[in-house]
């Protein structure tokens, strides 16, 4: 009996397991304090509303290509305090870093 291609196995894994990932979500405050001290505010649309629609789309899709996309709020006094703990910057990478730890923070005591 051969064994399976990674393809299969992946396609395997994937039909009974669902992929997780975490969206920064933002309030309008917490995204204006966010964006006031970011070191990248290119990075933000222009406006909440943009964002929130942005943001709204997105999941979406994610959810409509199988994926499980949680919404992670950001609470700007917590992101920096975690900032400062782990010597990085308010910029895009520490946000989705900053997600991604709270995720999986949150599913391993769920565990």
């Not at 929130?52 to 700007?76: H, N, T, W, Y």
Request: some cysteine; charged content about 25%; aromatic content about 10%.
């Amino acid at each position: 009996m051969r064994k399976p291609t990674l393809y299969q196995s992946l396609k395997a894994k994937r039909r009974t397991q669902s992929m997780v990932i975490g969206l920064t979500w933002y309030t309008e405050e917490t995204w204006a304090q966010v964006k006031a001290t970011a070191t990248d505010p290119e990075c933000f649309e222009d406006s909440f509303a943009k964002w929130k629609a942005m943001a709204v789309a997105a999941r979406r899709e994610f959810q409509r290509s199988g994926v499980l996309a949680l919404e992670c709020q950001i609470v700007p006094a917590e992101f920096a305090a975690w900032c400062a703990e782990n010597n990085q910057e308010n910029n895009s990478t520490s946000r989705g870093e900053f997600v991604s730890v709270k995720l999986s923070a949150a599913h391993e005591s769920k565990a």
